[in-house]
């Protein structure tokens, strides 16, 4: 059974800095290109990014708005995906989910989530 | 960036009725784009893939067509557990990009 599990989620201050781990489980992680995405409570759904795999050389791609200021990587060796999120403005406040190469047609898979609060 | 605009924003409907959600992209995406469902307090689901596909699992009362600029998600007969978000999403090209959603409630 494919899992997805964020962690690290919780209130920061603006221009703090959080990481989010997501453990994989079930599936061969090396192999998939993996995205964040985020949810601002009461809004919509937000790409936020994506990290290729070693095949294509964990080349990244970003939303405009997080651009510069988050930095998503890898480690196939832990099944784990990271997203570091450094100078938080109030508006990047949303829960925050991985989910397995979205479009794909081998089926998406998503984590339950996690909120990030930037609040003074 | 491609633009997502799903039309209507809201709809009310009752068990039974057949809903069409309309998904417009303001480029070509060929058939590069998902339909999702979302529950409150839970991630969001595909129903749709490859504009017109279905995913594993998910019932045939659910389905997608269109393709370049103009998509839609029809529930041919809604039953009460359908009540929920629909968003689509273009994964053509980068940003990948989501419409703003509609919200289907209860009549």
């Known amino acids: 059974e494919v899992q997805l599990v964020e962690s690290g989620g919780g209130l920061v201050q603006p221009g703090g800095s959080l990481r989010l781990p997501c453990a994989a489980s079930?599936?061969?992680?090396?192999?998939?290109?993996m995205d964040w995405v985020r949810q601002a409570p009461g809004k919509g759904l937000e790409w936020v990014g994506r990290?290729?795999?070693?095949?294509?050389?964990?080349?990244?791609e970003y939303a405009a708005s997080v651009k510069g200021r988050f930095t998503i990587s890898r480690d196939d060796s832990k099944n784990s995906l990271y997203l570091q999120m450094n100078s938080l403005k109030t508006e990047d406040t949303a829960v925050y989910y991985c989910?397995?190469?979205?479009?794909?047609?081998?089926?998406?898979?998503w984590g339950q989530g996690t909120l990030v609060t930037v609040s003074p | 960036d491609i633009q997502m605009t799903q039309s209507p924003s809201s709809l009310s409907a009752s068990v039974g009725d057949r809903v069409t959600i309309a998904c417009r992209a303001s480029q070509g995406v060929r058939n590069d784009l998902g339909w999702y469902q979302q529950k409150p307090g839970k991630a969001p689901k595909r129903l749709i893939y490859a504009a017109s596909s279905l995913e594993s699992g998910v019932p045939s009362r659910f389905s997608g067509s269109g393709s370049g600029t103009e998509f839609t998600l029809t529930i041919s007969s809604l039953q009460p557990e359908d009540f929920a978000t629909y968003y689509c999403l273009q994964h053509y090209s980068y940003p990948f990009t989501f419409a703003q959603g509609t919200r289907l409630d209860i009549k």
């Open positions: 989910a397995r190469d979205l479009g794909t047609r081998g089926g998406d898979y």
């Open positions: 079930g599936f061969t992680f090396s192999d998939y290109y």
């Open positions: 990290i290729r795999n070693k095949a294509n050389t964990y080349t990244t």
